[in-house]
């Protein structure tokens, strides 16, 4: 049997529009230990869901927004995607309205009449679901942390090592550059190396990122600098891919309160981001402030999103795009919307297939707030 301490630290929204169901049903989850909310209607359901319940037991019929809209619009929220959902049903009981509750998100759908113990069955067996699912992405993320730690410190020592065999192929002993094979060897080596250590570090943010430890180390910082910083740095690359990469920031220093280095790896995201997908044409980045804000655009001429890719290109490991023509992992537009969130900022993008795309990274200038 299930601990019953656990169970009285679960929270299940309950959101049914009929009194005499509602009470019912939340009698026997707080019988069985449960901690209960209650929504009487769509509405109220969407705004409690922000508080996020362990479990929504959701009515389909409510005569605001039923129960199959509610699902969905918590599936597309960012905030509230991954919650576990089940319809409970005494009227929609047809195959097909199954069918219709599961494809709009649900993870479970029960009709009535269901008896007291069955009902409890059901919603323990579903959180062992979710609780099993959660125990893998943990050991994954453990996995990730652990083989990230144990590559950093080679990859260091090995990019060290071929960097200095280039100085000493590149100066001969009378001093002058010589450009022979070995160094054309050798300097692709240590572009790919950078490249998979920046493979190796995206992995360990993701980590620290999941387990809560990724630690902001807040100062005055010159955005205006930083961003220049960033454009210079990746000129090299972004000449490689024949991106003319430009930046206009204003006269005047813009300056905020905010972690130098995880706001830096944001900008750089962005700005590699539009190097790769900027088909060869021109990128820009655009630094102003608007009353309170800091406001960054970086808008390339590029390939473009899918309207209904806008929300999947920041999650972890998600890419739009197929085949070997993109590399990467798809971390990097997903480190930079954490590293804004952080920041109590946002950040935003408007695209279209063919028309390339535009990332707006939104600071506060007087956030205050130690982390």
Request: glycine share 6%.
């Amino acid at each position: 049997m299930p601990d019953p301490s656990a169970r009285s630290r679960t929270t299940v929204l309950n959101v049914n529009d009929d009194p005499a169901t509602l009470y019912l049903l939340s009698l026997t989850l707080r019988q069985g230990g449960y901690h209960v909310i209650e929504a009487t209607c769509g509405l109220e359901a969407l705004t409690l869901a922000q508080g996020m319940p362990d479990l929504v037991l959701l009515d389909v019929h409510m005569p605001d927004v039923d129960g199959y809209e509610v699902c969905r619009r918590l599936r597309a929220d960012p905030a509230t995607r991954d919650l576990l959902i089940a319809h409970l049903s005494s009227v929609s009981v047809k195959r097909e309205d199954r069918v219709k509750g599961l494809a709009q998100g649900a993870d479970a759908y029960w009709t009535r009449p269901l008896a007291e113990d069955e009902l409890l069955a059901n919603i323990e067996a579903l959180l062992r679901l979710q609780t099993r699912a959660r125990d893998a992405v943990r050991a994954r993320d453990r996995f990730l942390s652990i083989a990230a730690h144990e590559l950093k410190t080679p990859m260091t020592v090995l990019r060290l090592n071929l960097e200095r065999a280039v100085q000493l192929v590149v100066n001969d002993a009378d001093g002058l550059v010589s450009t022979g094979p070995v160094e054309a060897r050798l300097t692709p080596a240590v572009r790919q190396l950078t490249r998979l250590q920046n493979l190796v570090d995206s992995l360990l943010d993701v980590s620290r990122l999941s387990t809560r430890d990724m630690e902001l180390a807040m100062e005055t910082v010159d955005l205006s600098r930083l961003v220049l910083g960033q454009v210079e740095r990746l000129q090299s690359q972004a000449r490689s891919a024949r991106v003319a990469l430009e930046a206009t920031v204003p006269p005047e220093p813009v300056l905020l309160f905010g972690d130098p280095q995880r706001l830096e790896q944001a900008v750089a995201h962005l700005l590699t981001n539009a190097i790769k997908f900027g088909e060869g044409r021109p990128a820009h980045a655009r630094l102003e402030t608007h009353g309170d804000q800091a406001v960054l655009t970086v808008k390339d001429e590029g390939v473009g999103i899918a309207p209904e890719d806008q929300a999947r290109i920041f999650r972890r490991f998600e890419r739009v795009t197929s085949g070997d023509r993109f590399d990467g992992l798809g971390l990097g537009l997903f480190l930079a919307l954490e590293i804004a969130t952080a920041h109590e900022g946002t950040l935003t993008v408007k695209s279209a297939l063919g028309e390339g795309a535009t990332f707006e990274l939104r600071l506060p200038l007087r956030l205050t707030r130690r982390y």
